[in-house]
């Protein structure tokens, strides 16, 4: 439920705003002076607050500055009986997010609020006003309103406290140990260790003794019992990342413990019995790997108890913003810079990559865009994207020992796909704009940055 401040001196119309933002859906607090609404936003992290103008003691634009110091990402909306164009345009230039005049449309109030709401994702579009549903914009490290991550969230929160065997499918870069660490977290083992492991990323006689550890003197090196982690993770959670890599002899050992929750120790004589959660990570198919003879049928079986799907980022692009954002805030923090937002062109070369390494990748990207920035926004020229060989011409590009310019080289390649669109419809940079699935406007701003004739 979004989180809302009223600030308002007037007795009833604090009370007026109360009533009916409730009734639309929103958790309202109200306050009566500004020194009580600076303490609750210092307490409360409020996500859009709603401020009279003109108060004793501190006006709202006074109000608003102190808002916006010390919570920077609250949206804040002013409202006053004494509008005029100079005070808008002094709330726009401090962070307003809107302007509303006293006695005007109630129906005009609650668009705005909404659609406020709806910038910072917190409202869901498709439902109508009056049935207002706010979705989940994050949800144990991971970020998305879109409908595949709505269903996931609501997966993990009906499994988590099952002792079924979980199996995590998809792509790499999707975000799946972060599933199975919020399956982890929300289940009653949550107290208890979470012991990941990559089963790709070990050679396979060190992967048996990280699993299932060793007895003193059972090979070169063991000079002490050491305990393997499903051992560690007694009573918590154990994830296999890349399952699908697990080596045969591995795959009937890893059986073992599933159905009988037993298993020995290398050079060991006697079973250990453990209580364990099993969580199960591929990006692989494996029921494919079952057809091979690659993965054990009766194993995968018992593993894929409970399958979740993680989508890949092109098949959720309306959680890019909002994933965007969230990386910007982070590496703005972590490098110490002054970046808050992204151009809209560099948001819309986002929206129409395909992003093949996923979260990951877009992760990756932003990370370089803060790091490489010097104003508050990121604008295209720090933003690298890979060239996408499924949609991008082959051109030749000769790599010699003194390098190239990937910059300069994207922008030549990107001006002749520009270049051959518009004579093929014979110059319309509608149809050009049509054909290569952009707006009119973003065209253009690349016609003229790139000097396209």
């Known amino acids: 439920?979004?989180?809302?401040?009223?600030?308002?001196?007037?007795?009833?119309?604090?009370?007026?705003?109360?009533?009916?933002?409730?009734?639309?859906?929103?958790?309202?607090?109200?306050?009566?002076?500004?020194?009580?609404?600076?303490?609750?936003?210092?307490?409360?992290?409020?996500?859009?607050?709603?401020?009279?103008?003109?108060?004793?003691?501190?006006?709202?634009?006074?109000?608003?500055?102190?808002?916006?110091?010390?919570?920077?990402?609250?949206?804040?909306?002013?409202?006053?009986?004494?509008?005029?164009?100079?005070?808008?345009?002094?709330?726009?230039?401090?962070?307003?997010?809107?302007?509303?005049?006293?006695?005007?449309?109630?129906?005009?109030?609650?668009?705005?609020?909404?659609?406020?709401?709806?910038?910072?994702?917190?409202?869901?579009?498709?439902?109508?006003?009056?049935?207002?549903?706010?979705?989940?914009?994050?949800?144990?490290?991971?970020?998305?309103?879109?409908?595949?991550?709505?269903?996931?969230?609501?997966?993990?929160?009906?499994?988590?406290?099952?002792?079924?065997?979980?199996?995590?499918?998809?792509?790499?870069?999707?975000?799946?140990?972060?599933?199975?660490?919020?399956?982890?977290?929300?289940?009653?083992?949550?107290?208890?260790?979470?012991?990941?492991?990559?089963?790709?990323?070990?050679?396979?006689?060190?992967?048996?003794?990280?699993?299932?550890g060793y007895m003193k003197g059972s090979f070169t090196g063991a000079y002490a019992d050491r305990p393997g982690l499903f051992e560690m993770a007694k009573g918590g959670t154990i994830f296999l990342d890349e399952i699908g890599e697990l080596p045969p002899v591995l795959q009937v050992k890893v059986l073992r413990v599933v159905q009988e929750k037993t298993f020995r120790r290398i050079g060991g004589a006697e079973d250990i019995k453990v209580d364990v959660r099993i969580i199960s990570a591929t990006n692989q198919n494996l029921s494919e790997s079952v057809k091979k003879g690659d993965f054990r049928e009766d194993l995968y079986f018992r593993l894929n108890v409970i399958p979740i799907h993680m989508p890949p980022l092109r098949e959720r692009k309306e959680d890019i913003p909002l994933l965007t954002k969230h990386f910007i805030e982070k590496y703005a923090r972590e490098f110490g810079k002054e970046v808050r937002m992204i151009s809209v062109y560099s948001m819309e070369l986002l929206m129409e990559y395909a992003f093949p390494g996923n979260i990951r990748e877009l992760e990756n990207i932003i990370e370089r865009g803060v790091a490489m920035e010097t104003s508050n926004i990121i604008l295209p020229e720090n933003l690298v994207i890979s060239a996408n060989a499924a949609t991008v011409p082959n051109f030749d590009i000769e790599i010699t020992d003194k390098g190239i310019d990937l910059n300069a080289e994207m922008e030549k390649i990107e001006r002749r796909i520009i270049e051959k669109a518009l004579l093929k419809v014979k110059g319309s940079k509608t149809k050009a704009a049509e054909l290569l699935h952009v707006t009119f406007d973003s065209l253009r701003y690349r016609i003229e940055k790139l000097g396209v004739e």
């Open 1 to 212: 439920m979004a989180r809302i401040l009223v600030l308002d001196d007037d007795r009833g119309m604090r009370e007026f705003m109360e009533i009916m933002l409730t009734k639309e859906g929103y958790d309202v607090t109200p306050a009566d002076e500004p020194s009580k609404a600076i303490n609750l936003c210092r307490k409360i992290d409020f996500d859009l607050v709603i401020t009279d103008l003109r108060m004793p003691k501190i006006d709202g634009i006074e109000f608003l500055k102190t808002i916006k110091d010390h919570r920077p990402e609250t949206i804040v909306i002013l409202i006053t009986a004494y509008a005029s164009g100079e005070t808008a345009v002094n709330a726009m230039k401090e962070g307003a997010y809107d302007y509303v005049e006293k006695g005007g449309s109630i129906e005009e109030l609650k668009k705005v609020v909404r659609t406020a709401l709806l910038k910072k994702g917190l409202v869901n579009e498709n439902q109508n006003v009056k049935d207002e549903t706010v979705v989940q914009t994050a949800f144990c490290g991971m970020i998305g309103t879109s409908r595949e991550m709505q269903k996931i969230f609501a997966t993990i929160k009906k499994v988590a406290d099952t002792p079924a065997n979980i199996l995590i499918l998809g792509e790499s870069g999707t975000g799946k140990e972060l599933v199975a660490r919020a399956i982890h977290e929300n289940s009653s083992r949550s107290k208890m260790p979470f012991m990941p492991i990559n089963s790709g990323g070990i050679p396979e006689n060190l992967l048996e003794s990280e699993l299932f």
